[in-house]
């Protein structure tokens, strides 16, 4: 059985996107399946970020405050302006705006810490800011939606404020309470965590992709542009910072990764929660959830490959 998981866990980026095809190619099949159960999903994966996390990954907000500092203003400020600019550029309707908007204000997605463990670069640090920003989303994610795409569409900020403390922080919180509670049966539990949380993600984009497959065809190659730049763009600057300040190769990787990746899933979530007059605002979450799976396993391949010949080199 771990053998099974494993091998989803490191396939994940290939489920999410055969996900993506069966949707667009069978949407009466997913179809029938409520939105709603995009919430229960999202809590799972929450839940087992919480499992996973150890006092050890607080300790580097107290250790290392300015690397966090960094990356997660790097994060809060990179993603969110460019979503709101490639919005502009491409001349997106409002329901694209605000999904793509909604993307680019969420945190750090739980899939950067992989990457970036694969790419040899400073987990710790991912790990802290996913940590940090995740904390910090129930205030900064509603207001910079409100601010960059307030003007256009009607923003609930108290309402999403309480979706993402019930769809995020309770998960994650009660799995730290499990955690404490039960350390011994967690752990044997944290080796199936991965592969649950991929299969989630890819029920998401089934969900998702199968409710607006028809719409999707119609203006889905402007989207999947906008996507592909918002998170290459998103890694670029991310890396480009972290070079700027003078921060080890190792701590770039980091903060590139976890600027690029974002929690998609929660931009779907509160996208169907409270913009359900525009069905649409649904689609960049769940297309950001199959690129940026695919772009991080091309990301984490090259920056593995420039850590081994940087070693040769001076060896």
């Known amino acids: 059985m771990k053998n099974v998981c494993k091998l989803i866990s490191n396939y994940m980026g290939v489920l999410v996107l055969l996900s993506a095809i069966a949707a667009m190619a069978f949407p009466e099949v997913f179809s029938n399946v409520k939105p709603t159960v995009i919430n229960p999903l999202l809590g799972v994966i929450m839940f087992g970020m919480g499992l996973t996390l150890r006092a050890d990954d607080f300790r580097i907000v107290f250790s290392r405050p300015k690397d966090v500092i960094i990356g997660c203003l790097a994060q809060f400020t990179v993603m969110p302006l460019l979503a709101w600019t490639l919005a502009r550029v491409f001349q997106l309707d409002d329901a694209l705006t605000v999904g793509v908007v909604l993307v680019g204000c969420c945190p750090g997605g739980t899939a950067s810490n992989v990457i970036t463990y694969l790419a040899k670069g400073d987990l710790a640090l991912s790990v802290g800011m ?15 939606v409100w601010l960059l795409a307030g003007q256009t569409v009607d923003v609930d900020v108290a309402s999403m404020f309480l979706s993402i403390l019930w769809v995020v922080i309770l998960p994650i919180v009660a799995g730290l309470a499990v955690k404490r509670l039960w350390p011994r049966q967690t752990e044997q539990a944290t080796s199936y965590l991965p592969a649950l949380s991929s299969l989630a993600i890819c029920a998401i984009v089934l969900i998702v992709i199968a409710a607006n497959a028809n719409k999707l065809l119609t203006s889905g190659l402007v989207i999947v542009i906008v996507v592909m730049l918002h998170n290459i763009g998103g890694l670029i600057i991310g890396y480009i910072i972290g070079r700027m300040l003078r921060l080890t190769s190792a701590k770039r990787r980091a903060i590139s990764i976890e600027v690029g990746m974002q929690n998609s899933g929660l931009a779907s979530s509160l996208a169907t929660l409270h913009f359900a007059t525009y069905p649409m605002a649904t689609i960049p979450g769940a297309v950001f959830s199959v690129w940026h799976n695919i772009s991080g396993a091309l990301v984490a391949r090259f920056f593995a490959r420039k850590e081994l010949t940087d070693t040769l080199k001076t060896s």
């Open 130 to 144: 996913t940590g940090v920003s995740t904390l910090l989303a129930p205030v900064l994610t509603p207001f910079l």
